[in-house]
């Protein structure tokens, strides 16, 4: 019998949703904060983590986007502590949610808060950006959307430094499942010039009944309004490429064209799962620049178009090929 804290939790994307989960499993949320003056960024990354046999652990990852570095700081299983009506999770002595995180680290702590959040609509029939794919039992990986953009406040202390964080924008996603996708591009940016943007897009290789499609997802947030590229809503994937320098995605639905170049800048690893443990290797940059531009396919008038700055973004895997 299906409980109510597990169909609660489908519905609400957000919320842990590994409830009864005993192998080869793996949850974890990306919380991308800067400061207003955009000098320092951080990713804090809370999970879980299982493999095949029931072994497990719960981490909190930490990259820091600036200065290139990155630390996995691993806990016991019984650390783990999600909520079981609400998005709120614990791990040991750190807090995390959206309205704000809680940070007692080796090398890192403070308290942030977080207001104005721009969340991914969820109706019943599509909860979160998975939309109708949210009710397919096998994926490999999931994706949920927390926050498109917010503002932060609060102070982080690192290695001795006290980081002012007031004024600054923040982002929140999560995956779980099995695996992170043999191939795919991913980016994120929520500073460009006009305040209020953000975007986030990725194109993956999703297994599927024995073979595999090319599945994409992207939306652009323009300050009171989401204008979503998706797989299941008719958008065509135009263009898909990238090589050491560069990455360039093109994406057309029923009224927009959605162009992405992005300028890519050094990386650095981190922990991805793999096979529900958290054994994989990625890159991620959060020092690159993108080019965007949005035009309305009746009349070629362009309707956005701005340069974004402190973009995340990973390419990971044979990405050859979801190339198009």
């Not at 919380?31 to 095949?52: E, H, Q, W």
């Not at 090589?243 to 064209?257: A, K, L, S």
């Not at 800048?265 to 020092?287: C, F, Q, V, Y």
Request: glycine share 10%.
């Amino acid at each position: 019998m299906i409980s109510s804290t597990k169909i609660k939790s489908f519905f609400n994307p957000e919320h842990f949703q590994g409830w009864g989960k005993k192998a080869n499993y793996f949850e974890g949320w990306y919380f991308k904060v800067l400061n207003a003056a955009g000098t320092r960024a951080f990713a804090f990354i809370p999970g879980i983590a299982m493999d095949a046999a029931g072994n497990a652990h719960t981490f909190v990852q930490v990259l820091d986007g600036k200065r290139k570095t990155a630390a996995y700081h691993r806990f016991s299983r019984d650390e783990f502590k999600p909520s079981s009506h609400s998005f709120h999770v614990t791990v040991g002595s750190n807090s995390f949610s959206s309205s704000g995180i809680k940070l007692e680290l080796e090398g890192i702590s403070g308290s942030l808060t977080f207001s104005g959040n721009v969340p991914w609509p969820k109706p019943f029939y599509a909860p979160g950006i998975m939309g109708p794919f949210s009710f397919v039992p096998f994926l490999e990986c999931y994706h949920g959307i927390v926050s498109m953009n917010h503002t932060i406040r609060g102070n982080l202390y690192h290695k001795g430094e006290e980081i002012v964080m007031d004024g600054g924008r923040g982002y929140i996603e999560k995956d779980w499942g099995r695996s992170f996708p043999a191939a795919y591009m991913w980016m994120q940016c929520n500073h460009f010039e006009q305040e209020g943007v953000s975007l986030k897009a990725s194109v993956a290789k999703i297994p599927w009944l024995g073979n595999s499609f090319t599945g994409f997802i992207s939306g652009l947030w323009l300050g009171d309004r989401l204008i979503r590229f998706t797989t299941y809503n008719g958008t065509r994937l135009r263009k898909c490429f990238a090589d050491q320098q560069t990455v360039e995605i093109v994406m057309q639905n029923r009224e927009y064209e959605l162009a992405i170049h992005v300028r890519r800048d050094g990386a650095t690893s981190l922990a991805s799962p793999l096979n529900g443990m958290m054994d994989g290797r990625i890159e991620e940059s959060m020092t690159s620049a993108m080019h965007i531009s949005l035009t309305k396919n009746s009349d070629n008038q362009i309707v956005f178009e701005g340069i974004g700055v402190h973009a995340a973004v990973e390419v990971a895997g044979a990405v050859k090929t979801i190339m198009t």
